[in-house]
């Protein structure tokens, strides 16, 4: 499974912006795609994640209410549309996908976002 995330860039606090990650290569029958983050200096964080056949979508309490996840099936690609921007979601951001709940095997290579005060 290949995993491409595109979209980062550099935005101003208030803006927004929208990842796309799309996937090609092998196919699962269900799995969830989830965004992360990583901050400069700090671990990667969960940011949400979704899951294709349910379409079932979880946030983290950070981003709740400011970013919104969405899917294509037809293009098997996920969005993370990020509204409200604010300094500290400065981070690089990454797509991935997982078929068990334990963890995510593939990811993609991560897209950077930066938001200026």
């Known amino acids: 499974v290949q995993l491409q995330a595109s979209g980062g860039g550099l935005v101003q606090a208030g803006g927004s912006l929208r990842l796309s990650c799309a996937a090609s290569?092998?196919?699962?029958?269900?799995?969830?795609m989830g965004w992360f983050r990583q901050a400069p200096g700090k671990e990667r964080v969960f940011v949400g994640r979704?899951?294709?056949?349910?379409?079932?979508?979880y946030y983290a309490d950070s981003v709740k209410g400011r970013f919104s996840i969405s899917r294509d099936n037809a293009k098997n690609t996920a969005y993370l549309q990020m509204n409200s921007l604010k300094p500290e979601d400065t981070a690089v951001y990454y797509c991935?996908?997982?078929?068990?709940?334990?963890?995510?095997?593939?990811w993609g290579q991560g897209t950077l976002v930066t938001v200026s005060s």
């Open positions: 290569g092998r196919t699962f029958s269900s799995y969830d």
């Open positions: 979704i899951n294709w056949t349910s379409g079932n979508i």
């Open positions: 991935a996908i997982r078929t068990r709940p334990s963890q995510y095997d593939y």
